[in-house]
């Protein structure tokens, strides 16, 4: 990567590139070992670093339809995973552990989720993720929030939350902002996991490359064009679609998040949970 | 003068050309004013089963003539608005509309394109929206993009802006139907035929039911669009960028 300023929130890093990506920043999910799953410090340093590029995209300081960004204004960010997955969702682990059979942590972790995409989303900058392998559950729709989505053949994407008796609702109207309501609503109510390919053919993913080691120059050069648009043009038009698609109208979303919630704390909700941590080996 | 959209009645399929070969059939304000007159003369004509629109020579559409019109905010907002009528007088016509696309259709050019309910081409043409490329905001194209591929792809397609080919588009659902570059017009052709001879009462209700389900195009929000599109080509970013494309200046070094 090219010479930056890197910010580091427990495992989660941002880079604000100088050279030939200025104008870019790159969030790095960074708990390899454990597939980059997301628990209260994955969250930490998730909503650290959104807070951070609310600041260089300069979100809520001009209006895209009647100004333009400032010139220092980070137009661009990319959000990668470190190691073989981009993020392998929930902290299934710690939850299982959780004793207490309303499942407070199960509704803090989906909060948060929600935020974090709502928020991502907002951002008046074009932003693309890069997924080498599993991006699953709440991965999955991190990877949803983002404008673009670039894969590899190796990608695996999907929800398959229904195991662990949690419905995947809180996911639902960005992801069928993303590929219509038709293939929303089979791969929630299927939680069925798909590869790149399919991926690439339903509008899940934008751009495949070959494997997973072209994948990152490949994103790199598509970072590049984007930040050859008009800076101005490029956040008005993301303004006008998200205004069209109403993917985060708070509505939209407080109903889908009280969906999911809905669905922690059921009696057999802790046990579904635990078996499928315990069995989560042989899947 | 030459007219700027042919009319061809054959079987009760209306065919309107572009016809504007030399300019690649860019959208003046003259070319787009003479669509919406077209366009309302189709939807009274009750003879009229099928609309084919298509282009003369060898581009379907350049996409909006920008030449002239850079520094000239009122005509400029005026050829937006009145494109953004052209589309919604598409959408609302009881006859099926096909697209049949030759050689390119760019940025407003493409935007007609994806207004129809069929769109045909071929592997060759290059097709898509350049607009934030040059500093424009695609915000007229926007909703009617949406709809024909869904927000999602609509999303990548104008955010990332340039140009795919024919197969790229019709894997993306942008156009409908793909055939030989040579037979295309012939393809047109019998899919016009075959739309004709469908029950007229029976294509123009599924019409309006499909419009009622994608909660129509309203006019209010085309409008938005167009002002939202004006606005942005007004600014210092699409002027700055327009000019160095359409007047660039007399190169001094070297």
Redesign the interface.
């Known amino acids: 990567m090219s010479a930056g300023r890197t910010q580091a929130w427990g495992p989660v890093t941002l880079e604000l590139h100088q050279q030939d990506l200025h104008g870019a920043a790159t969030l790095t999910l960074r708990d390899p070992e454990r597939r980059n799953v997301m628990g209260p410090p994955l969250f930490d340093g998730l909503e650290a670093a959104i807070l951070q590029l609310e600041q260089w995209t300069a979100a809520g300081r001009f209006h895209p339809?009647?100004e333009?960004p400032p010139d220092d204004a980070v137009r661009v960010v990319l959000v990668r995973g470190e190691g073989s997955a981009f993020c392998a969702g929930f902290d299934l682990g710690l939850l299982a552990e959780d004793p207490d059979p309303a499942q407070p942590l199960l509704a803090s972790f989906l909060r948060r989720l929600g935020g974090c995409v709502r928020r991502l989303r907002a951002l008046p900058a074009?932003s693309m993720a890069v997924v080498q392998g599993p991006a699953l559950a709440g991965g999955c729709a991190l990877a949803m929030a983002c404008?673009?989505t670039l894969a590899c053949p190796e990608a695996r994407l999907g929800y398959p939350v229904h195991a662990i008796g949690l419905s995947p609702a809180v996911s639902g109207p960005v992801l069928a902002?993303?590929?219509?309501a038709g293939a929303a609503r089979s791969l929630l109510v299927s939680g069925e996991i798909v590869d790149g390919a399919r991926a690439l053919a339903m509008?899940l993913v934008?751009q495949l490359a070959p494997d997973p080691a072209s994948l990152h120059d490949h994103a790199r050069q598509?970072a590049a064009?984007?930040l050859?648009?008009?800076?101005?043009?490029?956040a008005?038009?993301?303004r006008?679609?998200l205004e069209?698609?109403g993917?985060i109208d708070a509505a939209a979303c407080s109903s889908a998040l009280q969906a999911s919630l809905a669905t922690t704390g059921s009696p057999g909700g802790r046990s579904m949970l635990q078996s499928a941590w315990s069995s989560r080996g042989r899947r | 003068m030459p007219e700027l959209i042919h009319i061809d009645d054959r079987d009760g399929i209306r065919t309107l050309s572009l016809n504007r070969p030399e300019a690649r059939n860019a959208l003046s304000l003259p070319v787009i004013e003479a669509l919406e007159s077209a366009l309302a003369a189709t939807a009274a004509d009750p003879a009229v089963r099928v609309l084919v629109l298509r282009g003369e020579g060898k581009s379907f559409c350049a996409g909006m003539d920008l030449r002239g019109v850079i520094d000239d905010p009122v005509r400029m907002g005026t050829m937006l608005h009145t494109l953004a009528r052209c589309s919604l007088a598409i959408r609302s016509l009881r006859v099926p509309a096909i697209a049949c696309v030759r050689g390119a259709a760019i940025g407003g050019g493409c935007g007609l394109m994806a207004t129809c309910d069929l769109a045909l081409t071929h592997a060759e043409a290059r097709l898509g929206y350049p607009e934030v490329d040059l500093g424009i905001c695609p915000a007229v194209v926007a909703p009617i993009l949406m709809r024909r591929i869904g927000a999602g792809r609509a999303r990548a397609m104008l955010l990332t802006g340039g140009v795919v080919d024919g197969t790229e588009a019709h894997r993306l659902g942008l156009a409908t139907h793909l055939a030989p570059e040579a037979d295309l017009e012939s393809a047109a052709r019998s899919l016009a035929e075959r739309l004709a001879a469908g029950g007229a009462e029976a294509i123009a209700t599924t019409k309006a039911w499909l419009a009622d389900l994608e909660s129509e195009l309203d006019a209010q929000t085309m409008r938005r669009a167009a002002d939202l599109s004006a606005r942005i080509i007004q600014g210092p970013e699409a002027q700055q960028r327009l000019r160095a494309k359409f007047a660039p200046p007399p190169r001094t070094d070297g």
Not at chain 1, 177 to 180: D, E, H, K, M, Y
Not at chain 1, 228 to 234: F, H, I, S, T, Y
């Open positions: 339809f009647s333009s074009t404008d673009l902002a993303r590929v219509g509008g934008h598509v064009q984007l050859a648009k008009g800076p101005r043009a490029l008005a038009t993301r006008w679609l069209l698609d993917s």
